[in-house]
Nanobody
Framework: QVQLVESGGGLVQAGGSLRLSCAASGSIYSINSMGWYRQAPGKQREPVAVMPSGGSTYYADSVKGRFTISRDDAKNTVYLQMNSLKPEDTAVYYC?????????????WGQGTQVTVSS
């Protein structure tokens, strides 16, 4: 089985920065996409930044210009550099990966890492 493990969350003051990492391990055939989602209390889980292996990278409007997603495919790792953090960025951040296994795709989620931004 594939496991995604996030790290880098924590408490930061508004205007500060955090860098999230997500490392995938297990049986990985090829990467379709890797990205980050977040879920705030009382809110649905929403995409933050998603980087497909083909096509354009997606950023939520609320994070454009502040967050940067990157991938190291040799290490099956995705990162999220978060700058100019705002209290409204407070959420549990989840790593997501879609892996291609021949003719099939499989979707995986990390356990989540808490990001709290204080004012």
């Amino acid at each position: 089985q594939v496991q995604l493990v996030e790290s880098g969350g924590g408490l930061v003051q508004a205007g500060g920065s955090l860098r999230l990492s997500c490392a995938a391990s297990g049986s990985i055939y090829s990467i379709n996409s890797m990205g980050w989602y977040r879920q705030a209390p009382g809110k649905q889980r929403e995409p933050v930044a998603v980087m497909p292996s083909g096509g354009s990278t997606y950023y939520a409007d609320s994070v454009k210009g502040r967050f940067t997603i990157s991938r190291d495919d040799a290490k099956n790792t995705v990162y999220l550099q978060m700058n100019s953090l705002k209290p409204e960025d407070t959420a549990v951040y989840y790593c997501n990966a879609v892996f291609n296994y021949g003719l099939e795709e499989s979707d995986y989620w990390g356990q989540g890492t808490q990001v709290t931004v204080s004012s």
